[in-house]
């Protein structure tokens, strides 16, 4: 039986892919995605660069490729199943361009932790050539939400 947090994450890309999310800048960047695997601590996937995530000078924008990398190596933490977690930290290097109508190949990959903290590697290639077009890592932090609840409210002073 496939581990839930796999399928959880399947599920969630495969909807972006679509064009269904609950950001929109995540279907934006996502849009037409093509998961290729999708593993505990790694997804692969292809990606066509549209005119909607280009610059002026036709090739993928530095901030869409900055954005798929937080949003693919957020996928791979999850996917190890520790719960969700918070981009912390995320260096990006750039080395080539892709251009409008180009696939590229998304690899993600869990690498290490340090205490509580998380560290994915992503490479973004053209798939046609396997040129390396930008490398990112990111660290998360779990996400730990507490609400907490006064009794009383100031809004009610306004």
Not at 72 to 98: P, Q
């Amino acid at each position: 039986m496939e581990d839930s947090t796999i399928l959880n994450t399947t599920t969630y890309l495969e909807a972006l892919a679509q064009g269904n999310g609950l950001s929109e800048i995540e279907v934006l960047i996502l849009q037409g995605l093509e998961l290729i695997h999708v593993g505990k601590g790694i997804i692969r996937c292809k990606l066509l660069v549209t005119d909607r995530v280009a610059g002026d000078d036709g090739t993928w924008h530095a901030g869409a490729i900055t954005a798929v990398m937080d949003a693919i190596g957020a996928a791979s933490v999850y996917s190890t199943g520790d719960g969700l977690h918070s981009s912390v930290d995320l260096n990006a290097s750039f080395y080539s361009a892709a251009k409008i109508h180009e696939k590229v190949e998304v690899e993600a990959r869990v690498k290490g932790t340090n205490g509580r903290l998380k560290s994915s590697v992503i490479e973004i290639r053209r798939e046609r050539d396997g040129e390396l077009i930008a490398t990112g890592r990111l660290w998360m932090a779990p996400l730990v939400l507490k609400a907490k609840h006064t009794g009383s409210s100031n809004l009610s002073k306004l």
